[in-house]
């Protein structure tokens, strides 16, 4: 034990003020990742919006064009979800058919809320969807034939 004292080292623990100063780097830290950490999230789940809503549609035309069911088939945005359903129309659909997945609720999508793809050809009316969050905006297009982009 006199040895250790000789050689300074002091065996109390560490004191308040040095807990302050770790304690304060932490939080400094951690405010500057948080803004950055939170933006990448943002980020993510709006690109992941995109890839959704063009897939849904390119799965909705697909099922058209292999004449699945012998029936048209439609791509609908409601205010929870994306619904591929099988029929003319959404209202005159197939409900067992219908295939429901969930939207961001950070995202907002203008356009028309229901596009239906012909059977053996694809075909739909030519449209824009808007997808947009609170500082960015993509378009999906989608012609007549049914191709889709963005």
């Not at 006199?2 to 002091?10: F, H, I, K, P, T």
């Not at 302050?20 to 405010?31: K, P, S, T, Y």
């Not at 003319?88 to 609720?105: K, L, N």
């Not at 694809?122 to 969807?129: D, E, I, N, P």
Request: no cysteine; aromatic share 12%; net charge negative.
């Amino acid at each position: 034990m006199a040895s250790l004292r000789l050689l300074g080292v002091n065996r109390r623990g560490i004191t308040l003020l040095e807990l302050i100063v770790v304690l304060g780097l932490l939080a400094i830290i951690f405010m500057i990742g948080l803004p950055t950490g939170i933006d990448f999230y943002n980020t993510y789940q709006f690109r992941a919006e995109i890839n959704t809503v063009a897939s849904l549609l390119e799965q909705a035309r697909s099922k058209a064009l292999t004449n699945n069911n012998e029936s048209n088939w439609g791509f609908y945005i409601d205010y929870e979800n994306f619904v591929i359903f099988e029929g003319d129309s959404y209202a005159e659909r197939d409900v067992a058919e219908d295939r429901i997945f969930d939207r961001a609720d950070t995202v907002n999508i203008s356009g028309p809320g229901e596009l239906v793809f012909e059977q053996l050809s694809g075909r739909v009316a030519s449209s824009t969807l808007t997808i947009s969050d609170y500082r960015r905006s993509v378009n999906i297009f989608i012609n007549s034939e049914g191709a889709v982009w963005y």
